[in-house]
């Protein structure tokens, strides 16, 4: 008896202690199994189904039917809140929420309820579809429906398209009517660029094979492509040209209009890592240069997706999910088109830019950079031999010299030296510089630079007026000294130099100096008219000229006009504003502007080319040494004192030394064209 004793109490220590002999509660199954799926651990789920579950379904399917929903619909986060567990003998059941946070049709929650089984002494997971989502029956399927967005339009400020979204040519082919196909692909290779393995495996695949008579697209081209090129391809047997069958961006206005507008480009393999979570997808277009890279975020638009459940005969049974999709938003510049187009006619077969712009609202009416390029090229896929022939070239016809050349201002910062001397009455309009006779100047005899050389002008005395009318050098290095390395510094940044300059598009920094160099007399006098090394870029020194019409007030340069919705919801308008207020006091704009219109007036001005009859223009003429100085930058800036339609003119060219007039012809012929 006692020995029977000692047998049960044995009995259920063990039962106590051992798994096996116990029931485990259904709560921690429910739990593992729905924290396994909030981490997206699909096969650790799989392992918790029931006998019956895993037999109606098995784990390599289970797996791939999980990942490939959750990752269509790019599953970002699942959350889940339980409620109480219902325990009925060998079957239990969890009420739960789940809220699905995803990057395409948003969020959404659903409620169910796990069912659980005992097996075995251990609790399982009886699933079914519904699991997946409630409204889910056997044979269902999950299916999403992409609804693309249209990308905003870039108008100029007459509303005249420069980037839209519009048919492409594709090049393709009819395979039924290919004569031979190692003839073919071996032509067509080589007119498109494109490898002949590449051509064949397009025409292998079974669907091409099984559809001879199907039009089978191989690549896409521009909108813009040539005749000649047109009937190049042609006259491969087989191949055909559809404009119906792809859309892209379109820049009509192609290279006149290139640096302003930019271009978009297949989003590259860093990108969409990075840019995935905003909706960004393999073959999506992203914004490169210009207003494209700019206002990406507001131009490119939102996909819309539709999520739902798809019955065993192919028809939607119902919406899970939805998300309209939204275009993108319209951009109106405020370039006007005819002086763009004039800018760029006027700066053919040149290096250089010219910027136009409003002085009294900094509106920009122009801003072409020459050697240009075709914008068209990019977002169909640029072609190796045309991209080595863009990024090699030496003249860079990529870089936007408006906003991305550093230049030496030459003699185009006089005018500001001279606002410098006044202010701190160093000078008077009255100074006459004696030295400024002789046709070079030594400083001190303690001198080790090259001597100041004037440019020749008439002879006379060198006071203020004449110095900016003539350009003298040694006035400017004269007065220079006066003022001092610390006024000199500490005036030109109040200037802007030295200061990024707020605007849309990325523009280079400025510069007085190198940061590393030291101030000597001979850089003070070598910058104070425009050398040394200060540099520039046009954009910049157009916004400094507008403190000359404002009364001391630079404007800051804009080119956005208007913003709207697709709808035509206005979302951004002009708004008008300083960069830098007083910069100089009113007294000395007073002073030094008659002196930039006689530049022009005066017949002995460099500027004198530039006059217009019956049009009152101030300017500024320079002429920056660079390199070996067989190279130099001319420079001029000028802009009318009309009240009602001013119109400032930047221009900057790269020239052999000693051929920078032209500067004055493409200035008198943008004034003309904005009068006429």
Known sequence: MKRLVVLIALSLIICFTVPACSKSHPKETANAYLEAWKQGNYQDMYELLSVESQSSINQQDFVNRYTNIFSTIKLDKLEITAQEIVIEEDEAYLPFKAQFYTNTVGTFEYEYTLPLVLEDKQWKISWSPSLIFPIMGEGDKVRIKQHTAKRGTITDREGNPLAVDGPAYTVGAKPSAIPDIDSFVKALASLIEMDESAIHSILNQKWVKDNPDFFVPIKNLPFNISEEYKSELLKVKGVMLSSKSYTTRQYPMEQAFAHVTGYVQKINQDEL??????????????????????????????????????????????????????????????????????????????????????????????????????????????????????????????????????????????????????????????????????????????????????????????????????????FFAWTGLKIGYRNFESLATRYGIGQALPFILPVKNSQVKNDATQW?????????????????????????????????????????????????????????????????????????????????????GTAHRVKIPGLTIAGKTGTAQVGDKTQEIAWFIGFTLNSEKPLLVCVALEVPAGQGDIKLDIARRMFTEYYR
């Open 520 to 604: 000597s007399d001979a850089l003070l006098a070598n910058t104070s008219y425009g050398q040394g090394e200060m540099l520039i870029t046009p954009l910049q020194l157009a916004a400094m000229y507008t403190a000359f019409y404002n009364g001391g007030k630079m404007m800051l340069p804009q080119i956005i006009k208007e913003i709207r919705t697709s709808s035509g919801q206005i979302v951004e308008s002009l708004q008008p504003k300083p960069w830098l207020e007083n910069v100089i006091p009113q007294q000395h704009v007073e002073t030094l502007l008659p002196m930039l219109v006689d530049t022009v007036e005066d017949p002995t």
């Open 273 to 474: 890592k990075e840019k995935a979570s905003k909706g960004y997808e393999a073959d999506d277009l992203i914004g490169r240069q210009g207003i494209e890279a700019a206002l990406e975020e507001s131009l490119r638009g939102q996909k819309g997706y539709t999520f739902y459940i798809e019955d065993q005969e192919g028809k939607q049974k119902y919406i899970i999910a939805s998300v309209e999709a939204q275009d993108g938003n319209d951009v109106m510049l405020t370039i006007d088109p005819h002086l763009q187009k004039t800018a760029y006619e006027a700066l053919k077969d040149h290096r250089g830019s010219v910027i136009a712009l409003n002085p009294s609202t900094g509106e920009i009416l122009a801003m072409v950079s020459q050697p240009s390029f075709d914008p068209n090229v990019f977002p169909v896929g640029v072609s190796p031999s045309l991209w080595k022939a863009i990024s090699q070239d030496p003249n860079h016809p990529l870089v936007n010299r408006c906003i991305q050349s550093l230049y030496p201002p030459g003699s185009v910062f006089k005018p500001f030296t001279a606002a410098m001397a006044l202010e701190l009455g160093v000078i008077t309009p009255e100074t006459v510089v004696p030295e400024a006779q002789k046709e070079e100047w030594i400083p001190s005899s303690n001198w080790t630079a090259p001597p100041i050389r004037r440019v020749p002008h008439p002879a006379g005395d060198v006071n203020l007026r004449n110095a900016i009318v003539w350009s003298d050098n040694i």
